[in-house]
Nanobody
Framework: QVTLVESGGGLVQAGGSLRLSCVASGGTFSRYAMGWFRQAPGKEREFVAGIIRRGGSTPYADSVKSRFTISRDNAKSTVYLQMNSLKPEDTAVYYC????????????????WGQGTQVSVAS
């Protein structure tokens, strides 16, 4: 089981950018598909983006397409979420997830979850 630690959250103005990072430890990072979720108060945890081990498939939620980009650096055991043109509705706790199969992440059943990092977007 891999341990995940997110960082990079904060408070930004609408239209601004943030880059989230998730560092994995305790496993072979290159063997895991990775994903990002977010959860706003009173709402279900929402899939945001995913990336397979080789990085060849990167699905996104419709609400973030063209604004967010997921990437990974296997040498650093890190997955990133570059968030541009942020909107107030992007405000949420963002969670990193890992599983050997991307589908397991998509259905909210990953092997591992991070503790989350808060992203707040002011209007």
């Amino acid at each position: 089981q891999v341990t995940l630690v997110e960082s990079g959250g904060g408070l930004v103005q609408a239209g601004g950018s943030l880059r989230l990072s998730c560092v994995a430890s305790g496993g072979t990072f290159s063997r895991y598909a990775m994903g990002w979720f977010r959860q706003a108060p009173g709402k279900e945890r929402e899939f945001v983006a995913g990336i397979i081990r080789r990085g060849g498939s990167t699905p996104y939620a419709d609400s973030v397409k063209s604004r967010f980009t997921i990437s990974r650096d296997n040498a650093k055991s890190t997955v990133y979420l570059q968030m541009n043109s942020l909107k107030p509705e992007d405000t949420a706790v963002y969670y990193c997830a890992a599983d050997r199969v991307l589908h397991n992440i998509r259905v909210r059943a990953p092997e591992s979850w991070g503790q989350g990092t808060q992203v707040s977007v002011a209007s």
